[in-house]
Structure formats: structure tokens, C-alpha cells
């Protein structure tokens, strides 16, 4: 295993520490946590909902990237892979809180699900008012899958994000807010496939093993296995498998849609452009309008060399929430 690192055990402190050393005018460290936000001149005179966020480590830029004005409040970062402690994320709450209360985006895992959940209670008594939804993006899990919590919140979440950060942004109210986020949930599908596993620093190993002419689909971001091993096919055939997928799992596949082609951690950005080269003009052959497209690394997997595909149907003026202007970092 080769890491640009000093002791594993520290590695997530440092990384925190760093990027908040690295944008000092944009954002802080809450005291006593792990916990980054927002440190502009312009949040302490806010008076709308605040948008808090986070999970494990090791799906940099999520969450901890999109913290600004116009995305998030603040973004607790757990251990790798690894939730963060509810006193954390309560730090974050009470810091969010500027008295319209706090929406929280939750990604689908055991641990995020509760430990957020338990963080809302202790800001319940505090009288801050809270609102939750949960990201279930990943059709690659089913609802009722026995080894996980059900569909993951994987590389969709940053578009929530974005959607609900915009919106808190222009003054909406925190119970419309969770409206409009859990609508948009509903509307957004992600899928993966893996060249090869993630090594998590602790463990020393790939997750996984694939021969080197094996892909992965339908992998997730903590190195869960997918549906199916196959040989490595081109780019435009693993498009047209992941796009395929995607549209079945719609009730229809008219209007507007929304794609980001995400990076799981090795994916150059070349090989980031040809497979959202192939995407997008088979969504056009296919007849699928598409008024906004992201590409890059937005929800990685520590170091997993693969690829995930999200597609969103856009409703009413989503399209101007995901191009509204913020400052998060990695946006």
C-alpha cells in the first residue's frame, strides 16, 4: 500500500485540518469536533434555514467540499467510512441554526441514518426546529437487499445538495425545503462500475479483487460489490448498460434531465470526458433533452478506479438551483 500520509490513525484529522488551513476566509473548524463550516462574512448575518451534512471519510469532495454559501451550513466528517458521533453532528446543528431551523441530508447507511437521527432529538430539545431526508439514489441495491440498509445514497447526494442549498439560499422555509429535497431524491438514480476496489489505509488491501479483464457494475462507495463481474468492455458499451439501467427505473423518460459523470477516486478526467462523451450522445439518439451536465471527482471512494452515473429528471426550476452561484470549494 503507497499513501501520502503520516499515521494512519490521524489521517482524517489532517485532511480536515488542511482543507480548512487551505480556505481559512471560507471556512472553520468547530471546536472540539470534526465538524467543517461555513466562516464567511455573510453567514453570521444570515437569518435562513441552515443545510447541514456528512458521513465517513473517504468520499472527498462529499461533504466537506460543497460547505458554502449556497450549499451547505456545515459538513461533519466521520471517521473512514464510518459515521460521525451525534454529539458532532449536533455541534453542527446548533451552529447552522440562525432561528429557521435546520434540514439535514442524510445518506441511506445504518450508521449515518442513526446517529443523525439521534442528533435531531438532542436539537429538538433545544428548540431547534429540524428536518431530515434520507439519499437512496444507488438502484443498485434493492429496497428490501439483506446486507445493506436498502438503496445507498452514493454520488446523487452532491445534487441534492446543490438543489437544497440553492433554494435555503433564496429564503425557502425549512418544512418546503424537505419537500423539495425529498422530491428531488425521488427523481435522481445513480449506478457505478469498478475497475478495481478501494484500499482503505487501516486495512492495508483492496476490498475486492478483479482480474485484470473484469469490471464491477453496480459497486458502492464503501467497496460493496456490485451485480455483476463481467470482462471489460469499451466505454460506449458500459455507457448504454449504465444509461439503460437508469431509464428502466423511471415510470417514463420524458422532460429535462440533469447527468453528472462522477470519478470514484483513480478515474482520470480523460477517461471521465470519453465516458461522458459516450453518455450524452446516447441520451441524444435515445431522445433524452439533458439542461445541465457535471463531470468530475464529486463523490469518490477513497482510491476505487471506476466510474458512477446519476441521472435526474428536472422539475420546475431545479435547473436555476443547480446553476445558482455558490463558493463551496469543490462545487
Not at 30 to 37: C, R
Not at 141 to 147: L, M, R, S, Y
Not at 304 to 314: A, F, R, V
Request: with cysteine; charged share 25%; aromatic share 6%.
Amino acid at each position: 500500500m503507497k499513501k501520502i500520509i503520516n499515521n494512519i490513525d490521524d489521517i482524517v484529522s489532517e485532511m480536515v485540518h488542511g482543507i480548512v488551513s487551505s480556505y481559512p476566509q471560507k471556512l472553520k473548524i468547530l471546536p472540539g469536533t470534526l465538524a467543517i463550516a461555513r466562516n464567511d462574512a455573510a453567514f453570521s448575518d444570515d437569518k435562513k434555514v441552515g443545510v447541514v451534512s456528512g458521513g465517513g471519510s473517504g468520499h472527498e469532495p462529499l461533504h466537506s467540499g460543497y460547505v458554502g454559501k449556497g450549499m451547505l451550513c456545515a459538513a461533519v466528517c466521520g471517521q473512514i467510512n464510518t459515521s460521525p458521533t451525534p454529539d458532532q453532528i449536533y455541534e453542527a446543528i446548533k451552529y447552522a441554526d440562525k432561528g429557521q431551523g435546520v434540514l439535514l441530508i442524510v445518506k441511506n447507511y445504518a450508521g449515518d441514518d442513526m446517529n443523525f437521527d439521534m442528533a435531531k432529538e438532542l436539537a429538538e430539545f433545544d428548540d431547534i426546529k429540524v428536518e431530515s431526508i434520507l439519499v437512496d439514489d444507488d438502484i443498485s441495491a434493492a429496497d428490501d437487499a439483506e446486507d445493506t440498509q436498502g438503496k445507498r445514497g452514493v454520488a446523487g447526494t452532491v445534487l441534492v445538495e446543490k438543489i437544497c442549498g440553492a433554494a435555503a439560499e433564496q429564503g425557502m422555509e425549512l418544512h418546503e425545503l424537505a419537500q423539495l429535497g425529498q422530491r428531488v431524491i425521488n427523481n435522481t438514480k445513480t449506478v457505478a462500475v469498478a475497475l478495481s476496489a478501494a484500499t482503505v489505509p487501516a486495512v492495508g488491501h483492496p476490498g475486492f479483487e478483479l482480474d485484470d479483464d473484469q469490471m464491477e457494475y453496480g459497486v458502492g462507495i464503501h467497496n460493496e460489490r456490485g451485480f455483476s463481474t463481467e470482462k471489460i468492455a469499451p466505454s460506449k458499451q458500459i455507457a448504454e448498460e449504465l444509461i439503460n439501467k437508469i431509464l428502466k427505473s423511471y415510470d417514463h423518460n420524458t422532460g429535462d434531465y440533469a447527468v453528472l459523470v462522477n470519478g470514484l477516486g483513480s478515474t482520470p478526467l480523460m477517461e471521465q470526458f470519453v465516458f461522458a462523451n459516450d453518455v450524452l450522445n446516447l441520451l441524444k439518439e435515445k431522445g433524452i433533452k439533458v439542461s445541465f451536465t457535471k463531470v468530475g471527482n464529486k463523490v469518490t471512494a477513497i482510491d476505487m478506479h471506476g466510474i458512477s452515473l446519476t441521472l435526474m429528471k428536472l422539475e420546475n426550476n431545479w435547473i436555476e438551483y443547480l446553476e445558482a452561484p455558490t463558493d463551496a470549494i469543490s462545487w
